[in-house]
Nanobody, 120 residues
Framework: QLQASGGGLVQAGGSLRLSCAAS????????MGWFRQAPGKEREFVAA????????YYADSVKGRFTISRDNANHSIYLQMNNLKPEDSGVYYC???????????????WGQGTQVTVSS
């Protein structure tokens, strides 16, 4: 129901734009979030956006570099990632839930993930 795409290999300082398309149900009244997971590490919060007022939330590590947005009409969310760093590497997942949270366990719906690799 959530399909993430847009990952790839990029050099440090470069940019990528991730997309997450929803299908099968309406997520227009859900909080939508991005999480990432590096090998051997726990899945961590990256950013989230509310359905109303488009309020956004970011992890401190990505503030000023990443921008989350959503397009309810097209059932999609996006993560624009600029000035990427090697520590941004990992599998990026989109998620949805009726409530805002920074803990991955709070999200009921998940996409399959897309790999982001940032080389130094």
């Amino acid at each position: 129901q959530l399909q993430a795409s847009g990952g790839g290999l990029v050099q440090a300082g470069g940019s990528l734009r991730l997309s997450c398309a929803a299908s099968g149900r309406t997520f227009s009244n859900y909080y939508m979030g991005w999480f990432r997971q590096a090998p051997g590490k726990e899945r961590e919060f990256v950013a989230a956006i509310s359905w109303a007022y488009m309020r956004t939330y970011y992890a401190d590590s990505v503030k000023g570099r990443f921008t989350i947005s959503r397009d309810n009409a097209n059932h999609s969310i996006y993560l624009q990632m600029n000035n990427l760093k090697p520590e941004d590497s990992g599998v990026y997942y989109c998620a949805a839930d009726l409530r805002m949270g920074r803990d991955s366990r709070e999200y009921a719906y998940w996409g399959q993930g897309t790999q982001v690799t940032v080389s130094s």
